[in-house]
Protein backbone atom coordinates (compact mmCIF):
# COMPACT_ATOMS: atom_id res chain seq x y z
CA UNK A 1 0.00 0.00 0.00
CA UNK A 2 1.10 3.50 -0.82
CA UNK A 3 1.93 5.43 2.57
CA UNK A 4 1.89 8.60 0.90
CA UNK A 5 -0.68 10.78 2.44
CA UNK A 6 -3.22 12.09 -0.18
CA UNK A 7 -5.07 15.35 -0.49
CA UNK A 8 -8.11 15.67 2.45
CA UNK A 9 -10.64 14.41 0.66
CA UNK A 10 -13.71 13.68 3.45
CA UNK A 11 -15.96 11.48 0.45
CA UNK A 12 -16.34 8.33 2.21
CA UNK A 13 -14.82 6.40 -1.47
CA UNK A 14 -11.91 8.59 -2.19
CA UNK A 15 -8.11 7.92 -1.22
CA UNK A 16 -7.78 9.91 1.57
CA UNK A 17 -10.04 8.17 3.92
CA UNK A 18 -8.81 4.86 2.83
CA UNK A 19 -5.42 6.00 3.60
CA UNK A 20 -6.45 7.18 7.14
CA UNK A 21 -8.39 3.80 7.49
CA UNK A 22 -5.79 1.99 7.51
CA UNK A 23 -3.67 3.58 9.66
CA UNK A 24 -6.21 3.72 12.55
CA UNK A 25 -7.80 0.35 11.76
CA UNK A 26 -5.22 -1.82 14.01
CA UNK A 27 -5.42 0.50 17.28
CA UNK A 28 -9.38 0.86 17.15
CA UNK A 29 -9.44 -3.12 16.49
CA UNK A 30 -7.23 -3.34 20.10
CA UNK A 31 -9.55 -0.96 21.86
CA UNK A 32 -12.99 -2.98 20.72
CA UNK A 33 -11.10 -6.21 21.36
CA UNK A 34 -11.06 -4.84 24.84
CA UNK A 35 -14.38 -3.18 25.34
CA UNK A 36 -16.78 -5.49 23.26
CA UNK A 37 -19.18 -7.79 25.03
CA UNK A 38 -17.99 -11.57 25.28
CA UNK A 39 -21.25 -12.58 24.92
CA UNK A 40 -23.60 -12.86 21.44
CA UNK A 41 -24.88 -9.03 20.37
CA UNK A 42 -24.95 -7.20 17.66
CA UNK A 43 -22.88 -4.07 17.19
CA UNK A 44 -24.05 -0.37 15.02
CA UNK A 45 -21.90 1.80 12.91
CA UNK A 46 -22.82 4.75 12.44
CA UNK A 47 -21.51 6.30 9.34
CA UNK A 48 -19.25 3.26 7.93
CA UNK A 49 -18.76 5.24 4.89
CA UNK A 50 -17.00 2.71 2.90
CA UNK A 51 -17.17 0.20 5.07
CA UNK A 52 -13.79 -0.45 5.14
CA UNK A 53 -13.81 -0.53 9.13
CA UNK A 54 -17.06 -2.24 9.70
CA UNK A 55 -15.20 -5.69 7.57
CA UNK A 56 -12.26 -5.45 8.94
CA UNK A 57 -13.49 -5.37 12.61
CA UNK A 58 -16.15 -7.99 12.03
CA UNK A 59 -13.86 -11.22 11.50
CA UNK A 60 -12.35 -10.59 14.95
CA UNK A 61 -15.55 -11.05 16.78
CA UNK A 62 -17.44 -14.00 15.07
CA UNK A 63 -19.77 -14.40 17.94
CA UNK A 64 -20.86 -10.62 17.33
CA UNK A 65 -23.13 -9.23 14.33
CA UNK A 66 -22.09 -5.96 12.98
CA UNK A 67 -24.61 -3.40 11.10
CA UNK A 68 -23.40 -0.82 9.37
CA UNK A 69 -25.20 2.59 8.32
CA UNK A 70 -24.96 5.42 6.44
CA UNK A 71 -26.76 8.79 5.84
CA UNK A 72 -25.15 8.28 2.07
CA UNK A 73 -27.22 5.73 0.52
CA UNK A 74 -24.25 5.79 -2.29
CA UNK A 75 -21.91 3.61 -0.33
CA UNK A 76 -24.16 1.02 0.21
CA UNK A 77 -23.39 -1.06 -2.99
CA UNK A 78 -19.49 -0.85 -1.72
CA UNK A 79 -20.59 -1.93 1.91
CA UNK A 80 -22.10 -4.70 1.02
CA UNK A 81 -19.79 -5.32 -1.68
CA UNK A 82 -16.55 -5.74 0.54
CA UNK A 83 -18.92 -7.98 3.04
CA UNK A 84 -19.38 -10.36 0.46
CA UNK A 85 -15.54 -10.20 -0.75
CA UNK A 86 -14.21 -10.92 2.23
CA UNK A 87 -16.93 -13.60 3.44
CA UNK A 88 -18.07 -11.46 6.17
CA UNK A 89 -21.63 -13.46 6.93
CA UNK A 90 -21.58 -11.54 10.51
CA UNK A 91 -22.04 -8.55 8.59
CA UNK A 92 -25.63 -7.08 7.93
CA UNK A 93 -26.61 -5.21 5.08
CA UNK A 94 -26.58 -1.41 6.10
CA UNK A 95 -29.38 1.12 7.26
CA UNK A 96 -29.97 4.01 6.51
CA UNK A 97 -29.37 6.79 9.37
CA UNK A 98 -29.09 10.21 8.99
CA UNK A 99 -28.06 11.92 12.60
CA UNK A 100 -29.71 14.99 11.41
CA UNK A 101 -33.67 13.30 10.73
CA UNK A 102 -34.63 11.56 14.26
CA UNK A 103 -37.02 9.42 12.31
CA UNK A 104 -34.28 7.23 10.71
CA UNK A 105 -33.63 5.76 14.16
CA UNK A 106 -36.68 6.08 15.76
CA UNK A 107 -38.56 4.17 13.17
CA UNK A 108 -35.58 1.31 12.75
CA UNK A 109 -38.53 -1.16 15.55
CA UNK A 110 -34.58 -1.64 17.29
CA UNK A 111 -34.88 -0.05 20.05
CA UNK A 112 -32.30 -1.39 22.89
CA UNK A 113 -30.96 -3.43 20.24
CA UNK A 114 -27.42 -2.87 20.14
CA UNK A 115 -24.59 -3.37 22.92
CA UNK A 116 -22.17 -0.96 21.16
CA UNK A 117 -22.28 1.60 19.06
CA UNK A 118 -18.91 3.28 17.04
CA UNK A 119 -18.38 5.62 14.84
CA UNK A 120 -15.11 7.11 13.64
CA UNK A 121 -13.32 10.04 11.93
CA UNK A 122 -16.93 12.27 11.43
CA UNK A 123 -16.62 15.60 13.84
CA UNK A 124 -13.77 16.73 11.95
CA UNK A 125 -16.09 17.24 8.77
CA UNK A 126 -19.29 17.31 10.81
CA UNK A 127 -21.28 20.36 12.46
CA UNK A 128 -20.92 19.82 16.02
CA UNK A 129 -24.49 19.70 16.30
CA UNK A 130 -24.68 15.93 15.21
CA UNK A 131 -24.11 15.56 18.57
CA UNK A 132 -27.24 15.68 19.88
CA UNK A 133 -28.49 13.01 17.06
CA UNK A 134 -25.83 10.70 17.80
CA UNK A 135 -26.15 10.48 21.69
CA UNK A 136 -29.97 10.79 21.46
CA UNK A 137 -29.71 7.86 19.37
CA UNK A 138 -27.39 6.11 21.14
CA UNK A 139 -29.75 6.36 24.18
CA UNK A 140 -32.95 4.73 22.28
CA UNK A 141 -30.64 1.84 20.38
CA UNK A 142 -28.19 0.88 22.69
CA UNK A 143 -28.79 -2.01 25.37
CA UNK A 144 -28.96 -1.18 29.18
CA UNK A 145 -25.54 -1.90 29.77
CA UNK A 146 -24.31 -0.43 25.89
CA UNK A 147 -21.55 1.83 24.96
CA UNK A 148 -21.43 4.66 22.40
CA UNK A 149 -17.15 4.69 21.30
CA UNK A 150 -16.58 7.74 19.26
CA UNK A 151 -13.16 8.01 17.93
CA UNK A 152 -11.17 10.83 16.27
CA UNK A 153 -8.89 14.07 17.32
CA UNK A 154 -10.66 16.68 19.07
CA UNK A 155 -9.99 19.49 21.36
CA UNK A 156 -9.56 19.18 24.96
CA UNK A 157 -11.09 22.16 26.87
CA UNK A 158 -10.54 24.73 23.58
CA UNK A 159 -6.83 23.45 23.13
CA UNK A 160 -5.30 21.68 21.00
CA UNK A 161 -2.85 17.93 22.59
CA UNK A 162 -0.24 18.53 19.72
CA UNK A 163 0.98 20.92 17.27
CA UNK A 164 0.09 18.24 14.61
CA UNK A 165 -4.08 18.57 15.54
CA UNK A 166 -3.41 22.58 15.69
CA UNK A 167 -2.45 22.28 11.46
CA UNK A 168 -4.93 19.76 10.44
CA UNK A 169 -7.50 22.13 12.27
CA UNK A 170 -5.93 25.01 10.12
CA UNK A 171 -6.25 23.03 7.12
CA UNK A 172 -9.74 21.78 7.65
CA UNK A 173 -10.59 26.16 8.51
CA UNK A 174 -8.89 26.79 5.29
CA UNK A 175 -11.52 24.72 3.02
CA UNK A 176 -13.88 27.52 4.51
CA UNK A 177 -16.48 24.91 5.09
CA UNK A 178 -18.06 26.58 8.30
CA UNK A 179 -18.69 22.80 9.78
CA UNK A 180 -15.27 21.75 9.38
CA UNK A 181 -12.78 21.50 12.29
CA UNK A 182 -11.69 19.97 15.74
CA UNK A 183 -14.55 19.64 17.80
CA UNK A 184 -14.18 20.06 21.74
CA UNK A 185 -14.71 16.65 23.73
CA UNK A 186 -16.75 18.92 26.53
CA UNK A 187 -19.45 20.08 23.65
CA UNK A 188 -19.56 16.17 23.75
CA UNK A 189 -19.92 15.58 27.20
CA UNK A 190 -22.68 18.55 27.14
CA UNK A 191 -24.76 16.89 24.49
CA UNK A 192 -24.31 13.42 26.31
CA UNK A 193 -26.06 14.80 29.63
CA UNK A 194 -28.96 16.01 27.76
CA UNK A 195 -29.83 12.28 27.29
CA UNK A 196 -28.63 10.54 30.57
CA UNK A 197 -25.10 9.47 29.18
CA UNK A 198 -21.64 10.25 30.63
CA UNK A 199 -17.79 10.01 29.03
CA UNK A 200 -16.39 6.96 30.52
CA UNK A 201 -13.49 7.11 29.48
CA UNK A 202 -10.77 9.13 27.14
CA UNK A 203 -8.35 6.93 25.51
CA UNK A 204 -5.49 8.28 24.21
CA UNK A 205 -4.67 6.40 20.74
CA UNK A 206 -1.99 7.13 17.96
CA UNK A 207 -1.59 10.29 16.02
CA UNK A 208 -2.71 12.40 18.94
CA UNK A 209 -6.28 10.82 18.88
CA UNK A 210 -8.86 9.64 21.00
CA UNK A 211 -11.51 6.96 21.57
CA UNK A 212 -14.40 8.62 23.77
CA UNK A 213 -16.67 6.02 25.51
CA UNK A 214 -20.11 7.07 26.30
CA UNK A 215 -22.44 5.23 28.27
CA UNK A 216 -25.29 5.64 31.03
CA UNK A 217 -24.46 6.69 34.01
CA UNK A 218 -25.12 2.99 35.56
CA UNK A 219 -23.15 1.14 33.40
CA UNK A 220 -19.85 -0.58 33.55
CA UNK A 221 -18.10 -1.09 30.80
CA UNK A 222 -15.51 -3.83 30.12
CA UNK A 223 -12.26 -2.75 31.13
Not at 61 to 69: G, I
Not at 146 to 158: E, M, N, R, V
Not at 203 to 216: E, K, T, V
Request: proline share 6%; charged share 25%; glycine share 4%.
Amino acid sequence: MNQEKPPLDPHPLSEYVAWAGARNREPILNVLKEKLPKEPGVILEIASGSGMHINYFAPHFKHLFFQPSEQDTEVFDNIKSISKELGNDNVYAPLYIDLTKPETWVNLDKKNAYSAIFCINIFQVAPISIADGMMECATQLLNENGFLLIYGPFQIDGKFNSESNKQFNETLNSTGVSEWGLKDVSDLKKAAERYDLELQEKIDMPSNNFSLIFARKSSIINN
